[in-house]
């Protein structure tokens, strides 16, 4: 009965450390990221405020595409930028349900700002022969100007 006491405390000390560093994961990592990825829809069923807890997912896609510009680590940009267009979807579903235009031009401006990220890492991303993941950054600001549109119509 001992020995499953310390087997228990283990993996749930382990358990609790991999939320703890998965929160940083960027999907290089896949075991750490897969696990952050759980966490956040996770918390996502229990936020109140679904707008507010999609905007602090939407900062950190953003920085997870600039990180994997910067990084070269290019072969993650494609999912990483399916991500974050997602998350920029659903916030424009959610404000538009709501027919709010103050949160509407807040969001545009927050979606600008994120435009202006990511367009500098797309302009800094290296042009090498064969490489072109520089695309998923663009896919990135091309559903921004879609969702921008379709929020200044509210």
């Known amino acids: 009965m001992r020995n499953i006491k310390v087997f228990a405390v283990i993996i749930l000390a382990i358990l609790a450390l991999s939320l703890i560093f998965s929160n940083s994961a960027d999907p290089s990592n896949q075991l750490l990221f897969g696990l ?29 595409l600039k990180q994997l510009a910067n990084k070269e680590k290019s072969r993650y940009l ?23 235009k103050e949160k509407a031009t807040i969001q545009i401006e927050i979606f600008n700002s994120d435009k202006e990220q990511i367009n500098k890492a797309w302009q800094e991303f290296p042009r090498d022969f064969g490489n072109e993941d520089w695309k998923f950054l663009e896919d990135a600001i091309n559903y921004l100007n879609i969702y921008t549109e379709q929020l200044s119509k509210i």
Do not use: C, H, M, P
Not at 78 to 100: C, D, F, P
């Open 78 to 100: 494609w999912s990483a930028s399916l991500r974050y267009s997602t998350t920029a979807g659903k916030i424009t579903e959610l404000i538009v349900a709501q027919n709010s």
């Open 36 to 64: 952050k990825r759980f966490q956040e829809n996770i918390f996502a069923n229990f936020k109140q405020d679904k707008l507010d807890y999609s905007n602090e997912l939407l900062d950190k896609r953003v920085t997870e």
